[in-house]
């Protein structure tokens, strides 16, 4: 009886954190079908319903949330656009979102492994260099004053010209985004332990290296994950940004540009849908490395 009253109190608990999901959820369907009808119904007047005399708002509602190219497609038609691009196409095929997503991620995921490392190692040495930490480190924050639109061309070009192209062009705009959180939060990090901990561990003859690895490291690990979520969606957003210059026949960036030149805006949000989906499910896994690798996350 006590087991089935826990999981009775587990489950009532699971529904009370989705339920302001789901209001919140609820609240912006009604939204953007109203949006939707507001600004789609211009053009159904005038296309459509002007040569129909005695229509009524039943058939405006239904020809808002119908149309071929709307201004805001209705959720029902992303959705319905997904699940024809998901099912109704081999993974191989350019149609299919899930083979842009791969390409996408696999830009984000090395960009990403390329940011972390190059963040991780920019904080080591500002932590043990007051040099660098006065002449680097102010130059790490204005590197993100550059807007990536601005600098992913010229990257593009550049590595290009080197005979560079694909996937290692776009992971370098994706490490280029991820790296700052990553460098930032470290840094905090490492600084994090307080002088009596850090004076106890001299007072038992620790050398700096086991300092940093007993102390600084576990230390640090908790500012470390949130900056890992936030580079790695920042990643998807510079591999993205990285299929725009590019002309790329594959990727979600590809997907938007396509859906772009042919006015078919059905197709753009269904791939900035993917691109939401991915992102979640890309920080998602952080989030399940962080909850195995920290000791509060197993609790």
Request: charged share 10%.
């Amino acid at each position: 009886m006590a087991a089935i009253e826990v999981e009775r109190r587990r489950a009532g608990a699971v529904w009370f954190n989705a339920g302001p999901v789901l209001a919140v959820l609820g609240i912006v369907l009604v939204l953007w079908y109203a949006l939707a009808v507001w600004l789609n119904a211009p053009q159904v007047i005038e296309r459509t319903l002007s040569s129909q005399p005695g229509w009524t708002a039943v058939d405006l509602l239904r020809l808002t949330w119908s149309m071929d190219r709307p201004v805001l497609p209705a959720p029902h038609q992303i959705v319905a656009d997904l699940w024809d691009s998901i099912v109704n196409w081999p993974l191989d095929s350019p149609r299919n979102l899930l083979y842009h997503a791969a390409v996408t991620s696999s830009a984000t995921l090395l960009g990403f492994v390329m940011g972390t490392l190059l963040g991780a190692l920019l904080a080591v040495a500002i932590v043990h260099s007051r040099t660098l930490d006065r002449s680097l480190f102010p130059w790490i924050i204005a590197s993100q004053t550059v807007p990536v639109l601005a600098i992913a061309p010229i990257i593009i070009v550049i590595l290009g010209s080197m005979g560079m192209s694909g996937t290692f062009p776009k992971a370098i705009i994706s490490m280029y985004l991820c790296f700052f959180p990553v460098a930032v939060a470290l840094v905090k990090g490492l600084r994090s332990p307080g002088v009596m901990e850090t004076e106890l561990l001299y007072t038992y003859a620790a050398s700096r290296s086991q300092a940093f690895w007993k102390l600084r490291v576990p230390a640090s690990l908790p500012f470390l994950f949130p900056s890992l979520r936030v580079g790695i969606a920042a990643g998807l957003v510079g591999a993205i940004v990285g299929e725009l210059p590019t002309g790329a026949q594959a990727g979600l960036g590809a997907r938007l540009l396509t859906g772009s030149y042919y006015g078919n805006t059905v197709q753009i949000w269904s791939a900035l849908v993917m691109s939401a989906l991915l992102g979640l499910a890309l920080t998602g896994c952080v989030a399940l490395a962080e909850r195995l690798l920290t000791p509060g996350g197993r609790r």
